[in-house]
């Protein structure tokens, strides 16, 4: 279908949002994004960006941009806790895409989206907390309402707007996630103890520590991950004392206890399991990234997830006759996928946490021997998500 002076409006100047502004302004549509933040500015800490989410940046003609802006991953290193023995050293060449692995930060991946999409001539608002939206029936726009009670129009509403998406809400109502009784903090540290271009992947009982460099190798992302009953709140704003996070994994050893040593500020999430939404459209609205499929840290997954349904929505519109005819092959070209990406992390953690020694010792063990005899095997079994290009028909 012509896109070309359709006026849409996506929610959100995050990751998905933003690709998808500009996936959509290819297709001639006039787009605005409306952010709430005051500022698109450095806010987060380390990605990943998997072959699957370079291919989208690629077919945007932002490849590059990415690869000035981060770190090439070599490999992953399991390490047991307590004097980050190695377990197990995985050769991210062996990825069946070929293409390489990359860490960036969240900040420097939304800085040259946006600055693409100002580029293409996209206006990003600032300030604009959106409370509700209501999709049009027939041919009428769709009506975006602001929380200052201001309004706006459009042939087409995408909620980029992440994990507590207000238009998730109006689609499907709401849903209370479930607690996976895990916590994670995150922090970046200067990489003083030359950190190499790999994930470490540090394994205690109860819970793991992984680090991978950022920034030329200047700095190191760390999230640190804890199996805990009591409750914690989901969110990317939540500060801690990171004397916390040093008590909790004060049993560490080896680069482990070097990298948490560094650590001055951090953040602290509660992870919870959310349903994927049942709904991701309806009338002349969509949802996609967080907003529809938020998933568990444990497969790095989150943003390469969004960047591909921004292009297949792209796709599925370029194709379609009508505009809901091109949302509900999106819905259907994507759900599938992101159900088994978001399965796939939720069953991931465990494999960490190990408790008891003799279990971890058996596991330990395994992975040794798989990484000797059959490293392309351990490698490749999750090439299902690495080499899937959506950008190729
Ligand atoms: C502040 C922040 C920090 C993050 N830090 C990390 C990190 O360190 N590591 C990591 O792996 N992932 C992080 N994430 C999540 C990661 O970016 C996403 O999981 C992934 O990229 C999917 O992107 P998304 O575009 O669906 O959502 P997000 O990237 O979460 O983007 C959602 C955007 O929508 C905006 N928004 C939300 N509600 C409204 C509203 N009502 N009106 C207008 N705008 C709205 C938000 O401000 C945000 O800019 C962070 C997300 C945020 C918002």
């Known amino acids: ?25 290819q297709l001639g549509a ?8 005051e500022a698109i500015k450095e806010v987060g800490a380390g990605l990943q960006v998997s072959p699957n989410g370079l291919a989208v940046l ?9 690869e000035a802006r981060s770190v090439k991953a070599q490999a992953v290193e399991l390490r047991d806790y307590a004097a980050g023995r190695l377990v197990a050293h995985l050769d ?24 693409a999409v100002r580029a293409a001539g996209i206006k990003i608002l600032l300030l604009q907390n959106v409370e509700t939206v209501h999709p049009g029936r027939d041919s009428e726009r769709a009506r975006v309402v602001m929380s200052n009670g201001s309004e706006m129009r459009a042939d087409l509403v995408i909620g980029g707007d992440g994990l507590h998406s207000r238009l998730r809400g109006v689609l499907n109502g709401t849903v209370a996630p479930f607690f996976t009784r895990q ?12 950190h190499g271009n790999l994930v470490q992947v540090h394994m205690g009982p109860h819970r793991h520590l992984v680090s991978y460099p950022l920034r030329g ?46 650590v001055t500020e951090v953040s ?33 997954q989150g943003a390469s997830m969004a960047m591909e349904d921004a292009w297949v929505l792209r796709d599925a519109l370029e194709r379609a006759g009508t505009l809901s005819e091109g949302l509900a092959a999106y819905q259907t070209r ?36 798989a990484t000797t005899f059959a490293p392309k095997k351990l490698v490749g079994q999750f090439d299902w998500i690495y080499s899937h290009d959506v950008t190729k028909p």
């Open 92 to 115: 991210l060449g062996l990825i069946k895409a070929g293409t390489p692995y990359h860490f960036v930060h969240r900040a420097d991946l939304i800085d040259l989206l946006a600055q």
């Open 30 to 37: 006039r787009v605005c994004v409306l952010e709430q933040a």
């Open 1 to 25: 279908m012509d896109l070309s002076e359709q006026k849409v409006c996506v929610i959100g100047a995050g990751i998905g949002g933003l690709t998808a502004a500009l996936a959509l302004r």
């Open 58 to 66: 690629r077919g945007l003609g932002l490849a590059s941009h990415l």
């Open 183 to 194: 916590v994670a903090w995150r922090a970046i540290v200067p990489n003083t103890m030359r």
């Open 334 to 369: 994507r759900e599938e996928r992101v159900k088994r990406v978001v399965d796939a992390a939720s069953k991931n953690a465990w494999k960490y946490h190990l408790a008891n020694p003799v279990v971890r010792s058996a596991a330990h063990m395994g992975m040794r021997l």
């Open 268 to 300: 602290r999430w509660g992870l919870f399991r959310h349903p994927v939404a049942p709904v991701w459209h309806q009338g002349n609205c969509a949802i996609l990234g967080d907003a529809a499929h938020p998933t568990l840290p444990f497969m790095a």
């Open 217 to 262: 190798g200047t700095m190191v992302n760390l999230v640190a991950v804890q199996e805990q009953a009591g409750w914690a709140e989901e969110g990317w704003h939540h500060t801690d004392d990171p004397q916390n996070l040093r008590r909790v994994f004060n049993d560490f050893g080896g680069d482990a206890r070097a990298l948490l040593g560094e």
